[in-house]
Structure formats: structure tokens, C-alpha cells
């Protein structure tokens, strides 16, 4: 279970990296 955590939030943290690389780059 905490592994699967733990890959989860590396995912949802790459996510919002590209999400807010997009928007702040057009």
C-alpha cells in the first residue's frame, strides 16, 4: 500500500508539473 502511495503521488506531482509548464508556456 505505501508503495503504490508513494507512486501515486510522484504521478499526480509530474502531472502538475507539466499542467503548470503548459499553462505558464502557451
Do not use: K
Amino acid at each position: 500500500m505505501l508503495g503504490d502511495y508513494s507512486s501515486v503521488s510522484i504521478w499526480c506531482a509530474r502531472f502538475a508539473v507539466s499542467f503548470t509548464a503548459a499553462e505558464l508556456n502557451p
